[in-house]
């Protein structure tokens, strides 16, 4: 069940692969991810000292869960992956000129989990292409639509 997508990066970029992370959180952004406080869209991940973790995250705190604890919203978040893909995730970003990118936040036998992409940058006629392509469907499918009345 999906939590929260991050449309931007399928508009920035081209997604080459998708791994599955989890992610270690505190117990109020685990009740505020429930609650659906959460924002994806200036998010990214980094590769460091072997380690892949979740930058620009925004989880905001809940006012109920929050009295005793000074959350702050936009910490950096350690992501859980096994060693072979952590591997192979920095071989590619950094001989490849990838990049990680955070796609959606969704649950997965009860736990947050976050989906992140290798991704290649779009150039501007790139984008461009995929606003055309995204135009043909939907008139395409108000065409069909039409036809079925």
Not at 67 to 78: C, F, I, L, Y
Not at 116 to 129: T, V
Request: glycine share 8%; aromatic share 8%.
């Amino acid at each position: 069940m999906s939590i929260i997508d991050n449309k931007k990066a399928f508009f920035d970029y081209f997604i080459e692969e998708r791994f599955e992370a989890g992610l270690v959180l505190q117990g109020w952004e685990v009740k505020s991810i429930r609650a659906g406080r959460v924002q994806l869209k200036e998010a990214y991940v980094i590769v460091r000292n072997g380690e892949v973790y979740l930058f620009g995250c925004h989880i905001s705190a809940l006012t109920s869960t929050s009295t005793h604890v000074h959350p702050e919203t936009t910490r950096t978040r350690k992501l859980l992956l096994n060693a072979a893909e952590i591997s192979k995730l920095i071989g590619k970003v950094e001989r490849s000129g990838y990049t990680l990118v955070p796609l959606n936040l969704h649950y997965s036998k009860g736990r947050v989990k976050c989906d992140i992409g290798l991704a290649k940058g779009k150039k501007q006629h790139d984008k461009r292409e995929t606003e055309k392509q995204r135009d043909g469907q939907r008139e395409i499918q108000a065409a069909m639509k039409q036809n079925r009345r």
